[in-house]
């Protein structure tokens, strides 16, 4: 079924079997505990909180919303250092022929380790939180770092990365061209790429990246277990590569299998590379041209990961492209919450999925949509905050100045 209301374009798959071969072998369990593992031992490390919203949940009639709030994770406002980070441990582990054990973060820190691996620089591009990671995680185990952004990162963003060591290097265009500029200048120096998007034979490091991220996924489970919920019915989850989107779903399809929960993939219309690759309709990934121009920096790719896509195809349920007013709203719903909810301060990345689903509670055009997702009184709904407050300035336009409205044909009151 495809559909357009109120500039939301939606795609939902007819109910099938699915194949969850790839998701059991790259995203179970047992790899998720061993992501955790390591995330552990890192010098800051805490479990991020499961945030329930009972009564936005009693508004829109589901049975609850939880959001998954990464906006604090190791002070650095992003999910993203997870996957850098464990992609950095792996990629060390093998170097040092230490692969399929534990290794501790103290031991890859040390002067030791320096000395048998030598003088490494990692290198990526970014859109900004990406970048951020990488160049924290590199810093404290000691190497050198350069990321690549385009020319329309925000200099906060810019800002941000330097002050953890980073050499920045900014590149016309947009964050592809920016991928395929690190690509090159790093064959040419000899640097190693922690890049969460796939290519040809480039596809074991963004396979560790996207496993570093199962570590807020089992932190989710064990969080759902102590409220009494055996596993969420809904997932509404972002996407710029696929990287994060991939995760989440394969986690959740190599644990449950055909009873994982239904998995909504979210993007901007301006940069909705995965949503056309589902048009598309023949399982290739397709990409998206033009500026990316759109206030979800974190989520302005043009070309999907071949990688992640191949997981979407197959387990992914629907897939819906939303304009950037549906992410400003989402913020200020998460930064106004109703008496008794708790406040989470979201990007713009963070906070689209809220957007997108409060839409399709509240639009009467949506209700096609609304019913063939199945979101009703039993409902418990998920939402990964994947930012926070990343940009100040542009998070006081939206919030303080109301950037980005809502058109008020749009307007709808519960």
């Known amino acids: 079924m495809t559909g357009t209301h109120q500039e939301i374009s939606y795609i939902v798959r007819e109910p099938h079997q699915k194949n969850t071969k790839l998701a059991e072998e790259l995203f179970s369990m047992k790899q998720a505990q061993c992501s955790r593992r390591f995330h552990r031992q890192i010098p800051g490390y805490r479990m991020s909180p499961l945030q329930g919203l009972p009564n936005l949940a009693a508004m829109f009639g589901v049975g609850g919303i939880w959001t998954k709030d990464e906006s604090s994770r190791l002070q650095l406002n992003s999910f993203k250092v997870l996957g850098g980070s464990f992609a950095l441990y792996r990629y060390l582990q093998k170097l040092l022929g230490l692969s399929g054990s534990d290794t501790s973060f103290e031991y890859l820190a040390s002067q030791e380790v320096k000395d048998k691996v030598g003088d490494l620089t990692f290198a990526s591009a970014t859109d900004g939180n990406h970048g951020r990671g990488i160049a924290w995680a590199a810093k404290r185990l000691g190497f050198k770092c350069v990321i690549y952004v385009h020319s329309e990162t925000s200099v906060r963003r810019i800002d941000a990365i330097k002050s953890n060591g980073a050499k920045v290097v900014i590149v016309d265009g947009n964050y592809d061209d920016a991928v395929r500029q690190v690509a090159a200048d790093a064959e040419k120096h000899g640097w190693i790429i922690i890049s969460d998007t796939s290519w040809d034979n480039y596809t ?3 396979t560790w990246i996207m496993q570093g991220y199962l ?6 489970q064990e969080q759902f277990s102590g409220v009494g919920i055996v596993k969420p019915t809904h997932l509404f989850i972002q996407a710029g590569v696929g990287a ?39 399982g290739k990934p397709h990409s998206v041209g033009g500026s990316l121009d759109t206030i979800m920096a974190g989520l302005a790719c043009g070309d999907p990961s071949p990688l992640a896509w191949e997981i979407l195809n197959e387990d992914a349920d629907a897939f819906i492209k939303v304009p950037d007013y549906i992410a400003a709203k989402g913020m200020r719903m ?3 919450p109703l008496n008794g909810d708790p406040l989470i301060i979201s990007g713009e990345s963070g906070a689209v999925t809220l957007g997108a689903f409060a839409s399709i509670m509240q639009y009467p055009g949506l209700k096609e949509l609304k019913e063939a997702l199945g979101l009703d009184k039993e409902s418990q709904v998920l939402f990964i905050n994947t930012e926070g407050n990343t940009d100040p300035i542009h998070f006081r336009q939206i919030i303080w100045e109301g950037a980005n409205p809502v058109p008020k044909e749009y307007w709808h009151n519960l």
Do not use: M, R
């Open 204 to 206: 074991e490091i963004p």
């Open 215 to 220: 570590t807020l996924l089992a932190e989710t």
């Open 244 to 282: 994060l989107a991939a995760s989440v779903i394969g986690f959740y399809h190599a644990l449950f299998g055909q009873d994982a929960p239904k998995c909504i993939v979210v993007e901007p219309d301006k940069a909705s590379c995965i949503y056309e690759s589902a048009l598309a309709g023949d």
């Open 334 to 336: 998460y930064a106004t």
